[in-house]
């Protein structure tokens, strides 16, 4: 992150697609996963603001 290295381990868009998986997991099970929601709220942003295809470290950048 110091050096602004972002290659893709597991990128944004993957951080995207598997955060909502575990969002709609959680609504389906009536429970509340705050922590979890705010992750995806923060990788939806990096990932409107064009790092999608960056490691999801990039996310701080949203």
Do not use: I, Y
């Not at 598997?18 to 990932?47: H, N, Y």
């Amino acid at each position: 992150m110091l050096q602004a290295n972002f290659a893709a381990s597991f990128s944004v868009t993957n951080a995207v697609k598997d955060s909502r998986l575990v969002a709609d997991a959680a609504r389906q099970a009536d429970v509340q996963l705050d922590g979890a929601m705010a992750g995806l709220q923060r990788f939806e942003r990096a990932l409107a603001g064009g790092h999608g295809d960056k490691d999801m470290a990039a996310s701080f950048l949203a």
